[in-house]
C-alpha cells in the first residue's frame, strides 16, 4: 500500500485563485470557509438552507455562477442529493464525512464518479492527523502492511493483527441528524481504510456489543485481522486513540495531542491536499497518471460507509447474524 497524498508540501499558501460555493454555513461550514479564504479562495456563493442551496444549484446549472469547486458541510442526511448533483454536474466538491449515510448509495457515488470522471474528496481530515503521518514512516507500519500484503499475494499464513480505535467525548448538539456510527466511528473506519489494503479486508462477521444511538462498541473480523471501535459522544471522558498489535510488539496513537498545538492542522493539511488534487485534475491533459490519485481517497471513504452500514443492516434492523460477503 502506498501512502501518497498528492504533492502536498509543493503547494505554496495564498497563491491560489480558485472560485468557491459553501452550502452549510454551520460550525464545520464556517471553518472550510475561514482556512480556504486564507488560502486565496474567493467564496461567490454560500447557502445554508434546502431552498438556498436548490437555488444555487439552479444558478451554477445555468451559468450564472462559475464556480471552480463546492464545499458541503450541511446536515449529513443531505449528502446523498448534493454529492449526486456535484457528479452529475462534474463539479468539483469537498464534502464532509459521510459521504453518504447508505452503504448502496456510497457505492453508486463510487461508480458514478468515475463514470463522469467527477472530483469527490470526503473530508477525513483524521488522515492528515500529525500522529497519523509520523505512524506511516515507521517500520511498524511497513512491517505490517508487507505482512498482509504477503498474505493476499502469495496466501501466506499471517500472524495476528487488530486494531482498537476509541473515540470519545461529552455531549455536543451538533450532528445529531445521524447516530454515532456515521457522527464518531466513520472517522476511525476510514483510518483502517487508509491502514489497511482493500484486497487483505476480507469481511467475515461483526459483533456489536454495545450499541445505541450514542454509542457504539463493535468488532469486525475481516480474517487477516480484527478491528474493534468504540465510539461514544454522551463519555465522561474525552479520548482518541488507535492501538495496533502485532505479534509481541504493539503501538498507541493518540490523535488527540496535536491539538494541544495548532489545532486546525488537520483541516489545513486537508485543504492543501484538495487542492492539489484541484489542480491535477483541472490539468489532467498534462498529468493523467495523478489526475485519478483522489479517486483511492473517495473509493475509501465509499467503502467506509459500507462497512458502517452493516451495524444498520445486521443489528438495528433486527438482523444479529453473522454473514459472509464473499
Given at each position: 500500500?502506498?501512502?501518497?497524498?498528492?504533492?502536498?508540501?509543493?503547494?505554496?499558501?495564498?497563491?491560489?485563485?480558485?472560485?468557491?460555493?459553501?452550502?452549510?454555513?454551520?460550525?464545520?461550514?464556517?471553518?472550510h470557509?475561514?482556512?480556504f479564504e486564507?488560502?486565496?479562495?474567493?467564496?461567490?456563493?454560500?447557502?445554508?438552507?434546502?431552498?438556498?442551496?436548490?437555488?444555487?444549484?439552479?444558478?451554477?446549472?445555468?451559468?450564472?455562477?462559475?464556480?471552480?469547486?463546492?464545499?458541503?458541510?450541511?446536515?449529513?442526511?443531505?449528502?446523498?442529493?448534493?454529492?449526486?448533483?456535484?457528479?452529475?454536474?462534474?463539479?468539483?466538491?469537498?464534502?464532509?464525512?459521510?459521504?453518504?449515510?447508505?452503504?448502496?448509495?456510497?457505492?453508486?457515488?463510487?461508480?458514478?464518479?468515475?463514470?463522469?470522471?467527477?472530483?469527490?474528496?470526503?473530508?477525513?481530515?483524521?488522515?492528515?492527523?500529525?500522529?497519523?503521518?509520523?505512524?506511516?514512516?515507521?517500520?511498524?507500519?511497513?512491517?505490517?502492511?508487507?505482512?498482509?500484503?504477503?498474505?493476499?499475494?502469495?496466501?501466506?499464513?499471517?500472524?495476528?493483527?487488530?486494531?482498537?480505535?476509541?473515540?470519545?467525548?461529552?455531549?455536543?448538539?451538533?450532528n445529531?441528524?445521524?447516530?454515532?456510527?456515521?457522527?464518531?466511528?466513520?472517522?476511525?473506519?476510514?483510518?483502517?481504510?487508509?491502514?489497511?489494503?482493500?484486497?487483505?479486508?476480507?469481511?467475515?462477521?461483526?459483533?456489536c456489543?454495545?450499541?445505541?444511538?450514542?454509542?457504539?462498541?463493535?468488532?469486525?473480523?475481516?480474517?487477516?485481522?480484527?478491528?474493534?471501535?468504540?465510539?461514544?459522544?454522551?463519555?465522561?471522558?474525552?479520548?482518541?486513540?488507535?492501538?495496533?498489535?502485532?505479534?509481541?510488539?504493539?503501538?498507541?496513537?493518540?490523535?488527540?495531542?496535536?491539538?494541544?498545538?495548532?489545532?486546525?492542522?488537520?483541516?489545513?493539511?486537508?485543504?492543501?491536499?484538495?487542492?492539489?488534487?484541484?489542480?491535477?485534475?483541472?490539468?489532467?491533459?498534462q498529468?493523467?497518471?495523478s489526475?485519478?490519485?483522489?479517486?483511492?481517497?473517495?473509493y475509501?471513504?465509499?467503502?467506509?460507509?459500507?462497512?458502517?452500514?452493516?451495524?444498520?443492516?445486521?443489528?438495528?434492523?433486527?438482523?444479529?447474524?453473522?454473514?459472509?460477503?464473499?
Open positions: 500500500m502506498e501512502w501518497k497524498r498528492g504533492i502536498l508540501w509543493g503547494y505554496m499558501q495564498n497563491s491560489c485563485f480558485y472560485k468557491a460555493v459553501l452550502i452549510g454555513c454551520g460550525t464545520m461550514g464556517q471553518r470557509k475561514r482556512l486564507q488560502d486565496g479562495v474567493e467564496f461567490i456563493g454560500v447557502a445554508d438552507t434546502t431552498a438556498e442551496a436548490a437555488a444555487l444549484f439552479k444558478r451554477i446549472k445555468s451559468g450564472e455562477l462559475a464556480p471552480d469547486f463546492a464545499v458541503i458541510a450541511s446536515p449529513a442526511v443531505t449528502h446523498d442529493e448534493y454529492v449526486k448533483k456535484c457528479i452529475k454536474m462534474k463539479l468539483p466538491v469537498l464534502v464532509e464525512k459521510p459521504v453518504s449515510i447508505s452503504g448502496m448509495d456510497a457505492l453508486e457515488y463510487q461508480k458514478l464518479a468515475l463514470k463522469r470522471g467527477a472530483l469527490v474528496f470526503v473530508g477525513h481530515s483524521e488522515r492528515y492527523n500529525p500522529a497519523i503521518e509520523e505512524f506511516a514512516k515507521t517500520d511498524f507500519c511497513k512491517e505490517m502492511q508487507d505482512c498482509l500484503k504477503s498474505w493476499y499475494l502469495q496466501k501466506q499464513d499471517v500472524f495476528p493483527i487488530c486494531f482498537k480505535f476509541t473515540r470519545t467525548h461529552g455531549f455536543s448538539p451538533r445529531r441528524d445521524v447516530s454515532v456510527e456515521y457522527d464518531l466511528m466513520i472517522h476511525d473506519m476510514d483510518l483502517l481504510c487508509l491502514f489497511v489494503d482493500k484486497n487483505a479486508m476480507l469481511y467475515k462477521s461483526l459483533d456489543v454495545e450499541l445505541s444511538d450514542d454509542r457504539v462498541h463493535a468488532i469486525y473480523d475481516f480474517r487477516t485481522l480484527k478491528a474493534e471501535f468504540i465510539a461514544d459522544r454522551n463519555s465522561a471522558s474525552d479520548a482518541r486513540t488507535v492501538e495496533i498489535s502485532m505479534k509481541d510488539r504493539s503501538v498507541t496513537l493518540d490523535l488527540g495531542a496535536y491539538r494541544n498545538g495548532n489545532p486546525a492542522y488537520a483541516l489545513q493539511h486537508e485543504h492543501q491536499a484538495f487542492l492539489n488534487y484541484l489542480s491535477s485534475y483541472k490539468n489532467a491533459a498529468d493523467e497518471d489526475a485519478y490519485d483522489w479517486y483511492r481517497d473517495f475509501d471513504a465509499c467503502y467506509a460507509v459500507v462497512l458502517v452500514a452493516l451495524i444498520g443492516e445486521l443489528y438495528k434492523k433486527g438482523r444479529a447474524n453473522e454473514i459472509d460477503a464473499k
